[in-house]
Every structure is written in structure tokens, then in C-alpha cells.
């Protein structure tokens, strides 16, 4: 059964036989697409053909013959690739001469004219038959080459003798020895790898190292025998595994940088106490990465110096010289002002810009990177080695990576560290603001029982003292026409020193209230040199110190005053913020205190007044010089009744004269005979001191009561003597009546006696 779509071009010089096959080919079922008789007209009928959709012959008949200067052995050996099919040659030429020559262009088939038509049909047939075979060879060595040319690993093929008898595309690559070079030699002289190979002959695997200009090659080459008739062929596979093998490398060596970091990030987060962590961190450094020592740098900004916080194989001389480095001296000090990391493999080839004891300890190569965060220096890495080249690029990057995080962490610690110290000091400043206010409320509770200016600033003084560190203190304000000053004192004074200091804090506060000078900071320190100027001669006491003074407002309802409290320390001692701050506090509470304790103060004096307006007694209350202060209605409305204004004179001296110490009881016979009852007691202490509290009452009527009961009692007593004379008369009476009645009761009593007996009863 023939092929579909075969077609078949004749080329034939005889006319007639061209017409005469054409019909036998027809008759056969060929489709016959062209005929010529010369080898020009037949190339460009081929051309044409080749461009015409199912015009393409399959087949061509060529007679040897044809017209013009070629013929059809020269015609087919020279058509180009794209017009080659399979071609059977027709001829009359049964010679050795023109067989030979047909047979190097490759005939599908050789007839001799004359020919049957079976014997055509036949060769064309198995024309097309060695076709297909030839095409499906052509695919499946395309193929085989296509995998030979696709396939990364490179395929070599070697006889018994070495000569090599296939060299792969892949091959030229990896070996870098083009296929006619290798197809030329034999495989020992081409390769030392293939001699290696050709030697171990029991090795089916082997890997071998090539020395390259870009470097170390890996090899890895499989090798198995091949057997054809009764030849011997080795055939290698060899892959490539530099990248494999670098790879595998950079996974060992990430692993080993990734232990590494992990080490060191495990020691940064064990402790924030960077003399823990750091002396850790560089041993880990120096052992990882097999360097013979290193020293890290901390950076203390206000020096704008690198000190050394820590150290591995440095000799003690040289580390004398490593610190502290300024920025931008020495390498490390300029690399410490960069923003790189900078390696150095030979340190000789860099004199001088290291102290010449690290040359002489044997540094041969450094790597050094400053620990930076967002352009903020914390200090510097620097590892070195006895050996030149010790540092390779992965080195340099995990050195990069740990400042890295040396510098997070020393952030954190550093903002640890500041937050701790803040946390401390907010508990002090929370303790101190505590006991402040413990004080304040303190004050407050005693402040409900205080009733007097004295025991007011007394109880002020005396719980700042607790959470203060005054050496005296003092409270200067007015009190109705006079100045007022309290003085209190860390520790005992002499009287001189108390009376200079009131003295000195009345003339201040007076020259600034009255010329209505607003207090200074300025003038509350030049205070202490108004006490005790410098031409003093042994003050009383050591010197004064600071000077704090808070004013105060005093305010009334018809007035409003400027009090002042006055802090001072000893000696150089200072203030703290805080105990300023709790003296202008104080000075705020103390017009709160001032207001409530004349509040108080004019309720009870209110009270007072009406206890002393409604006291049956007179009250007086006069002072040292014997003038009343204060009298209450009864006091004199007494004198009124009892005492002539002539006479009051000599009664107010008799009572400035009264002794002083316990009360006095005075009472006093008026002309008129009015008696007064006078009782004073001493007033000592307060500005009334000297002065006496007097009570007078009225003792005329109880004087007259009192004639009234003697009388009484005069007229009782007498009663009562009459009484006891009667009732002893009785007694006498009675014993005689008995024995008047025992008389009458005898016989010889005479009637003349018997009128005497009756008489006692009479009686």
C-alpha cells in the first residue's frame, strides 16, 4: 500500500521515455508533479514545488544523462539541504565508473534501463521505506543529541585504547575543551580529572577536584561500561557540583554564623548587666570565628572617648595603649566615626596606625565594626588575627549583623537602665511626696486642736523637721500693730544667736513690707550675710547656709497681710527641689491654717466674751503696769456700787503689788462698808506676760447674811443654854418631886409638912 501524498519528480532527457514512465507511475498510483530533462530547469521546478503546499516531492527519478553541462550524479550532489529527498537513478550506465560515483550521493536506488514496472514500483517502495527508517533515525539521534546538548551533565565516551570517541556540549563547558579538541586526544593527555578517572577502573563514582582560573571545581563522575559487538567503551557522566558544593558550604557556614548569632543573642538576653553579657559576647566572637582575639569599646558620649569594657589575648602592655581612643585616632578610632565595617588582611602593609605593640604582639589582620543604631554610636567590635587573611566576607557580615544587635540591646539596656533609675527615683520622689503629704495631713489633723499662733507654727516646724533638712526656720507676720516672730531650731542656740536672728528677721521683713519690696530669690541668700556679715568676729553659731523664704498671705476681713516663712540650712549644705517645693506648699497651708485658726480664734473669743459677760464675777485683766485691759460688765458695775473713782488708783496698785505664783485672795472694806472680794493670779506667758488675771465679787450682802447668821447663831446658843439649864432643873426637879411623893405616902409625916411636899409639883 503506497504512502498518501506521494509524489515524484522525473528527470529524464528522452522526451518519450519521460512520457512513458510518467504513465506507468500514474498507473501505479503516483502522483507525478514535475518532469524535466536538464538539472537547471529541475532546480527551479524543485524550488517552486518546495513553496507550493503538497507539492513537495517525495521521490526523485534521476537519469545520469541529461541535457546540458551536468548531469543528474552531479545535479543531485549539489542541491542544497532543503531540496534533498531520496533519489533513485535511472540509467543505461552499468559501468564501475558511474556506480561509484552515484554512490557517495547516497541513491535510495540504482535501475538499469531498460526496466520493468514491478522492479520500479519495488525500488520505490523500499525507497520510501529506508526513508521512514531514516527519518525515525534521524528523529531519535536528533533526540539523542538534543539530550546530549540539553542535559547539564556532561557525557564522554572512551574506547579501550582512551581515545575519547564523544565529547558533549556539556562537556565542553565543564571541562572548558571544545569537542574537536577532545575528539582529537586521547582522554589521559587531555584531562588529569580523566586520568584519575581511566586509574581507578573498580570506581563507579568519583569526585574530583579541578584547579580552575575562576577557583575550585567539584566534580562528580559516574562511570559505566559499554558494550558493542565485541568492543569495550567506558562512557562517564560528569555533573558539576561546584555550585552544589559551594552551597553546601554557605548552609555550613550560615549554620555555623547562625549558631553563632544565636549564641550571642542568647547572652544579650540573659542579663541587662552589660558585665555579664559583654566579656561573653567576645568570647563567643573570637572562638566562632577562630580569631586570636578582640577587644570591644563602650562610647561615653560625654568624653566623646572609646573605653575598653572588655578584652580576649591582649597582652597587658598593649591593652594599657587600647584605651580610651579618641574618635578619629588610630584605625579603630576612625573606624569608630564611620558607618562601615572595615577588614584589613595585612596589618604590615598598614604601619602606624596602631599602637606599635600590636605589631609586635603579631596582628596580621583585623575586622572591626562600630555598633551603631539610627547614627548613634555605643562602641566598637574589633577581632584580630596572627594571620594574614583570616576574615572572609561572611565574617565581616555576621560581625555587621551582631553590632547589630549589640547596639539594639545596648539601647535597651541603656533605657533600661535609665528607666530603672527613673522608677527609683519616682519610688523616692512617690516616698518623699508620701511622707509630704503624710506630714501635710499630720498637720491638718493637729491643726483641729491647735488654738494658738505659737503651737500652730510649734506643730508646723516640727513635721517639716521630719521630712527636711532645715537648721532653723522662722514665721514672721503682723498681728493687729505688732510684727510677730516664731523661731525654731534643728538643734540648741545660744540666747545671743535667738535674739540677733529675731532681731535680723524683723528689720528684713519690715524693710521689705513697708517700702512694698517684692521678694527675690536674690534676696533671700543675701540674708544670711545681714546676720552675720563677713568683718564678724565668732558668730554665735556656724554660719548659715541656703536661705529659703515663701510669703504668705494673712488675710482678715478688713485686712489682708504679707507673712513670711524663713528655711535655712548649715554651712554649704543646698535645698533639694523637693523640700522647696514642700515649703511653698507649707507657706500655701499656713494661710489656710492662718484663716482657720482665726476662724477659731473669733469663735472662741466670741464664747469668751459671752462666758466672761455672763460670769457672776467681775473679771479684770491687766497688765504688768497695772492699767485694765479687759473688764466685763459685773467688774464694773462692782466698782461702780463699791469703789469711788478716787479710790480705783490705790486699788489697781494694791493689785499690781499682790504677789506673784499662785492665786491671791484680797478682800477689801470699802468706806461706805461695802466688802469686795479680790483673787489674781499671774499671767506668765503670751505679750500679757507680768500681767494678772483678776476676779472681783461683791461681798456685801453675803457679809450681811453672814451678821444675820452670827446673830442667829448667838440667839440658837443661848436658846439652847436655857434649854440645858431647864432640862437639869427638870432632872433635880424630878428626883425631888419623887421624894416629896414617898414623904406623903409615910404615916408619920405630920400634916404640917405635908403642905410643903405638894409645893414641887406646883412648881
Request: hydrophobic share 40%; charged share 25%; net charge negative.
Amino acid at each position: 500500500m503506497l504512502p498518501t501524498g506521494t509524489n515524484i519528480f522525473i528527470l529524464e532527457d528522452d522526451s518519450l521515455q519521460q512520457y512513458s514512465l510518467k504513465r506507468t507511475l500514474e498507473s501505479l498510483g503516483y502522483r507525478v508533479v514535475g518532469c524535466t530533462a536538464s538539472a537547471q530547469e529541475a532546480l527551479e521546478s524543485l524550488k517552486a514545488l518546495q513553496e507550493t503546499p503538497g507539492e513537495r516531492p517525495s521521490i526523485l527519478l534521476v537519469d545520469i544523462r541529461l541535457r546540458g553541462p551536468v548531469d543528474g550524479i552531479e545535479f543531485v550532489a549539489s542541491l542544497p539541504p532543503e531540496l534533498k529527498v531520496p533519489h533513485i537513478f535511472i540509467t543505461a550506465f552499468n559501468d564501475e565508473q558511474h556506480f561509484s560515483r552515484s554512490i557517495l550521493t547516497n541513491p535510495a536506488g540504482y535501475l538499469l534501463k531498460p526496466f520493468g514496472k514491478l522492479a520500479l514500483d519495488y525500488q520505490i517502495r523500499l525507497a520510501l521505506r529506508n526513508q521512514e527508517n531514516e527519518v525515525q533515525l534521524l528523529e531519535k539521534t536528533a533526540l539523542l543529541e538534543s539530550f546530549l546538548s540539553g542535559s547539564e551533565d556532561g557525557i564522554i565516551l572512551i574506547d579501550k585504547e582512551g581515545r575519547i570517541l564523544e565529547w558533549s556540549k556539556s562537556s565542553e563547558r565543564i571541562f572548558g575543551i571544545s569537542r574537536e579538541r577532545a575528539l582529537s586526544c586521547i582522554a589521559k593527555e587531555l584531562d588529569r580529572s580523566l586520568s584519575i578517572l581511566q586509574q581507578n577502573k573498580n570506581s563507579s563514582l568519583l569526585e574530583v577536584k579541578r584547579e580552575t582560573a575562576e577557583g575550585v571545581q567539584h566534580l562528580q563522575i559516574t562511570r559505566f561500561p559499554v558494550g558493542w559487538k565485541n568492543d569495550a567503551y567506558t562512557c562517564f557522566i560528569v555533573r558539576d557540583v561546584t555550585f552544589l558544593k559551594q552551597a553546601e558550604e554557605s548552609i555550613l557556614q550560615a549554620n555555623r554564623e547562625l549558631s553563632i548569632l544565636n549564641q550571642v543573642l542568647a547572652a544579650i538576653g540573659k542579663s541587662f548587666h552589660l558585665e555579664e553579657v559583654l566579656p561573653e559576647v567576645l568570647q563567643i566572637l573570637t572562638e566562632g570565628l577562630q580569631a586570636s582575639g578582640g577587644v570591644l569599646y563602650l562610647f561615653d558620649e560625654s568624653s566623646g572617648t572609646l573605653h575598653l569594657s572588655c578584652s580576649r589575648g591582649i597582652s597587658p602592655r598593649l591593652q594599657t595603649h587600647l584605651t580610651p581612643i579618641k574618635l578619629g585616632e588610630t584605625i579603630l578610632g576612625q573606624i569608630a566615626q564611620s558607618d562601615y565595617t572595615l577588614g584589613i588582611d595585612n596589618l604590615s602593609l598598614e604601619p602606624n596606625r596602631l599602637p606599635p605593640e600590636a605589631y609586635q604582639d603579631g596582628w596580621q589582620s583585623l575586622l572591626a565594626v562600630p555598633i551603631k543604631r539610627e547614627s548613634k554610636l555605643f562602641g566598637l567590635i574589633a577581632l584580630f588575627s596572627t594571620e594574614k587573611q583570616s576574615f572572609n566576607p561572611s565574617a565581616s557580615r555576621l560581625l555587621t549583623t551582631i553590632a547589630h544587635e549589640l547596639s539594639i540591646s545596648l539601647e535597651n539596656t541603656l533605657l533600661y537602665q535609665k528607666t530603672k533609675k527613673i522608677n527609683i527615683e519616682l519610688e523616692r520622689k512617690v516616698a518623699e511626696r508620701t511622707q509630704d503629704l503624710n506630714t501635710l495631713a499630720e498637720l491638718s489633723r493637729e491643726l483641729t486642736f491647735i488654738l494658738g499662733y505659737r503651737e500652730l507654727f510649734t506643730v508646723l516646724f516640727s513635721l517639716l523637721r521630719k521630712t527636711s533638712s532645715f537648721a532653723a526656720a522662722a514665721v514672721c507676720f503682723r498681728q493687729e500693730s505688732s510684727l510677730v516672730v516664731f523661731l525654731h531650731y534643728g538643734s540648741p542656740v545660744s540666747e545671743e544667736f535667738d535674739g540677733r536672728f529675731r532681731e535680723k528677721i524683723e528689720d528684713y521683713v519690715l524693710s521689705v513690707t513697708d517700702n512694698q519690696v517684692l521678694l527675690k530669690p536674690e534676696m533671700f541668700f543675701a540674708l544670711n550675710e545681714r546676720l552675720f556679715p563677713p568683718e564678724t568676729e565668732n558668730p554665735p553659731v556656724k554660719l548659715l547656709g541656703e536661705m529659703h523664704v515663701e510669703s504668705f498671705e494673712q488675710r482678715g476681713d478688713l485686712y489682708s497681710h504679707k507673712g513670711f516663712l524663713f528655711f535655712t540650712t548649715q554651712g554649704k549644705q543646698k535645698f533639694q527641689d523637693r523640700e522647696r517645693h514642700l515649703f511653698r506648699i507649707a507657706a500655701q497651708q499656713t494661710t489656710l491654717m492662718l484663716q482657720a485658726l482665726e476662724y477659731r480664734l473669733g469663735i472662741e473669743k466670741k464664747r469668751l466674751e459671752q462666758v466672761v459677760a455672763n460670769l457672776p464675777e467681775g473679771l479684770w485683766i491687766v497688765d504688768r503696769n497695772g492699767t485694765i485691759l479687759v473688764q466685763n460688765p459685773q467688774a464694773l458695775e462692782f466698782i461702780q456700787k463699791t469703789t469711788s473713782k478716787e479710790q480705783i488708783p490705790s486699788l489697781l496698785e494694791t493689785i499690781r503689788t499682790l504677789p506673784g505664783g499662785e492665786k491671791t485672795l484680797l478682800e477689801v472694806a470699802t468706806p461706805s462698808k461695802q466688802y469686795l472680794s479680790i483673787t489674781a493670779e499671774l499671767i506668765d506667758s503670751g505679750p500679757d506676760a507680768g500681767g494678772k488675771i483678776v476676779l472681783l465679787r461683791d461681798l456685801t450682802e453675803e457679809r450681811l447674811k453672814d451678821e444675820q447668821i452670827k446673830v442667829q447663831e448667838r440667839l440658837a446658843a443661848v436658846g439652847q443654854l436655857a434649854s440645858g439649864i431647864a432640862h437639869d432643873f427638870n432632872n433635880i426637879l424630878t428626883g425631888i418631886i419623887g421624894y416629896c411623893e414617898y414623904l406623903q405616902l409615910r404615916k408619920d409625916v405630920g400634916s404640917e409638912i405635908r403642905v410643903y411636899l405638894l409645893k414641887p409639883e406646883s412648881v
